[in-house]
Protein backbone atom coordinates (compact mmCIF):
# COMPACT_ATOMS: atom_id res chain seq x y z
CA UNK A 1 0.00 0.00 0.00
CA UNK A 2 2.59 2.49 0.96
CA UNK A 3 4.17 1.73 -2.47
CA UNK A 4 1.14 2.33 -4.18
CA UNK A 5 0.56 5.58 -2.40
CA UNK A 6 4.00 7.15 -3.53
CA UNK A 7 3.66 6.55 -7.18
CA UNK A 8 0.71 8.07 -6.89
CA UNK A 9 2.30 11.32 -6.15
CA UNK A 10 5.33 10.63 -8.40
CA UNK A 11 2.48 10.78 -11.00
CA UNK A 12 0.88 13.92 -9.51
CA UNK A 13 4.20 15.53 -8.81
CA UNK A 14 5.17 14.84 -12.95
CA UNK A 15 1.73 16.08 -13.86
CA UNK A 16 2.29 19.55 -11.91
CA UNK A 17 5.77 19.62 -13.07
CA UNK A 18 4.46 19.67 -16.87
CA UNK A 19 1.94 21.91 -16.09
CA UNK A 20 4.38 24.14 -14.97
CA UNK A 21 6.53 23.95 -17.75
CA UNK A 22 3.03 24.69 -19.99
CA UNK A 23 2.24 27.47 -17.96
CA UNK A 24 5.84 28.99 -17.86
CA UNK A 25 5.82 28.72 -22.10
CA UNK A 26 2.05 30.08 -21.84
CA UNK A 27 3.10 33.70 -20.36
CA UNK A 28 6.41 33.97 -22.21
CA UNK A 29 5.62 32.83 -25.40
CA UNK A 30 1.77 33.03 -25.83
CA UNK A 31 0.97 29.05 -26.51
CA UNK A 32 0.83 25.72 -25.38
CA UNK A 33 2.94 23.29 -26.87
CA UNK A 34 1.97 20.31 -28.11
CA UNK A 35 5.08 18.23 -26.28
CA UNK A 36 3.20 19.00 -22.59
CA UNK A 37 -0.07 17.97 -23.87
CA UNK A 38 1.18 14.44 -25.21
CA UNK A 39 3.39 14.45 -21.98
CA UNK A 40 0.18 14.56 -20.09
CA UNK A 41 -1.76 12.76 -21.90
CA UNK A 42 1.23 9.63 -21.46
CA UNK A 43 1.48 10.03 -17.47
CA UNK A 44 -2.26 9.52 -17.34
CA UNK A 45 -1.68 6.81 -19.77
CA UNK A 46 1.31 4.79 -17.83
CA UNK A 47 -0.71 5.99 -14.45
CA UNK A 48 -3.80 3.42 -15.88
CA UNK A 49 -1.00 1.16 -17.09
CA UNK A 50 0.38 0.68 -13.70
CA UNK A 51 -2.91 0.24 -11.86
CA UNK A 52 -3.09 3.56 -10.34
CA UNK A 53 -7.00 4.74 -10.57
CA UNK A 54 -8.50 6.43 -12.03
CA UNK A 55 -9.28 3.43 -14.75
CA UNK A 56 -9.31 3.80 -18.24
CA UNK A 57 -12.88 4.30 -18.84
CA UNK A 58 -13.25 7.45 -16.42
CA UNK A 59 -10.23 9.01 -17.56
CA UNK A 60 -11.49 9.11 -21.11
CA UNK A 61 -14.63 10.20 -19.69
CA UNK A 62 -12.35 12.97 -17.59
CA UNK A 63 -11.13 13.93 -21.24
CA UNK A 64 -14.19 15.27 -22.86
CA UNK A 65 -15.44 16.09 -19.51
CA UNK A 66 -12.67 18.95 -19.13
CA UNK A 67 -12.04 19.36 -22.94
CA UNK A 68 -15.40 19.60 -24.47
CA UNK A 69 -16.82 22.70 -22.61
CA UNK A 70 -13.38 25.14 -23.61
CA UNK A 71 -14.07 23.59 -27.30
CA UNK A 72 -17.42 24.75 -27.31
CA UNK A 73 -16.58 28.05 -25.86
CA UNK A 74 -13.68 28.09 -28.61
CA UNK A 75 -15.89 27.57 -31.29
CA UNK A 76 -18.80 30.31 -30.13
CA UNK A 77 -16.71 32.50 -28.99
CA UNK A 78 -13.67 32.67 -31.80
CA UNK A 79 -10.63 33.65 -29.78
CA UNK A 80 -11.05 33.48 -26.80
CA UNK A 81 -9.67 30.33 -25.96
CA UNK A 82 -6.46 29.19 -27.94
CA UNK A 83 -6.33 25.72 -29.14
CA UNK A 84 -3.53 24.82 -26.79
CA UNK A 85 -5.66 25.75 -23.83
CA UNK A 86 -8.54 23.85 -25.61
CA UNK A 87 -6.15 20.25 -25.60
CA UNK A 88 -4.07 20.98 -22.40
CA UNK A 89 -7.30 20.92 -20.50
CA UNK A 90 -8.52 17.75 -22.20
CA UNK A 91 -5.21 16.12 -21.22
CA UNK A 92 -5.61 17.06 -18.21
CA UNK A 93 -8.79 15.85 -17.84
CA UNK A 94 -7.80 12.58 -18.74
CA UNK A 95 -5.05 12.72 -16.42
CA UNK A 96 -7.77 13.64 -13.80
CA UNK A 97 -10.68 11.35 -14.50
CA UNK A 98 -14.37 11.88 -14.37
CA UNK A 99 -14.52 13.06 -10.91
CA UNK A 100 -11.20 15.00 -11.28
CA UNK A 101 -12.08 16.93 -14.72
CA UNK A 102 -14.88 18.56 -13.11
CA UNK A 103 -13.15 19.94 -10.19
CA UNK A 104 -9.93 20.86 -12.25
CA UNK A 105 -12.15 23.33 -14.48
CA UNK A 106 -14.08 25.14 -11.92
CA UNK A 107 -10.72 25.75 -9.47
CA UNK A 108 -9.23 26.86 -13.20
CA UNK A 109 -11.62 28.85 -14.35
CA UNK A 110 -12.71 30.56 -10.73
CA UNK A 111 -9.01 31.58 -10.14
CA UNK A 112 -8.89 33.03 -13.15
CA UNK A 113 -11.69 34.69 -13.05
CA UNK A 114 -10.54 36.47 -9.70
CA UNK A 115 -7.24 37.22 -10.95
CA UNK A 116 -8.43 38.60 -14.81
CA UNK A 117 -11.19 40.39 -12.43
CA UNK A 118 -8.67 42.22 -10.04
CA UNK A 119 -6.16 42.97 -13.04
CA UNK A 120 -8.98 44.70 -14.45
CA UNK A 121 -10.06 46.88 -11.48
CA UNK A 122 -6.60 47.82 -11.08
CA UNK A 123 -6.42 48.80 -14.48
CA UNK A 124 -3.70 46.52 -15.02
CA UNK A 125 -5.05 45.01 -17.92
CA UNK A 126 -8.27 46.29 -20.39
CA UNK A 127 -11.60 44.40 -21.64
CA UNK A 128 -10.65 42.04 -24.26
CA UNK A 129 -6.85 41.66 -23.38
CA UNK A 130 -5.22 38.19 -23.36
CA UNK A 131 -5.18 36.50 -20.00
CA UNK A 132 -2.94 33.19 -20.46
CA UNK A 133 -4.88 30.33 -18.89
CA UNK A 134 -1.49 28.07 -18.27
CA UNK A 135 -0.60 29.38 -14.90
CA UNK A 136 -4.31 28.63 -13.94
CA UNK A 137 -4.47 25.16 -15.03
CA UNK A 138 -1.66 24.46 -12.02
CA UNK A 139 -4.27 25.70 -9.62
CA UNK A 140 -6.61 23.83 -11.22
CA UNK A 141 -4.67 20.75 -11.23
CA UNK A 142 -3.60 20.78 -7.41
CA UNK A 143 -6.97 21.37 -6.71
CA UNK A 144 -8.45 18.41 -8.09
CA UNK A 145 -5.53 16.58 -6.61
CA UNK A 146 -5.96 17.99 -3.46
CA UNK A 147 -9.49 16.24 -3.51
CA UNK A 148 -8.06 12.69 -4.22
CA UNK A 149 -5.02 12.83 -1.88
CA UNK A 150 -7.03 14.62 0.55
CA UNK A 151 -10.36 13.79 0.20
CA UNK A 152 -13.83 16.72 -0.58
CA UNK A 153 -12.86 18.24 2.57
CA UNK A 154 -9.67 19.94 0.91
CA UNK A 155 -12.07 21.14 -1.98
Not at 44 to 72: H, K, Q, T, Y
Not at 97 to 104: A, S
Not at 116 to 129: D, N, V, W
Amino acid sequence: MPGKILLRAFFALGFLCVLAAAAREDRQKGRIENYYIGSVLALGFLACVMGISPGLGARVEGLWAAGLPLCAAAVIWPGSLGGGDVKLSAACGFFLGLRGGPVFLAATFGAAGIWGGLLFLTGRKERGERLPLGPFFVIGAAAALGREFFGPAFC
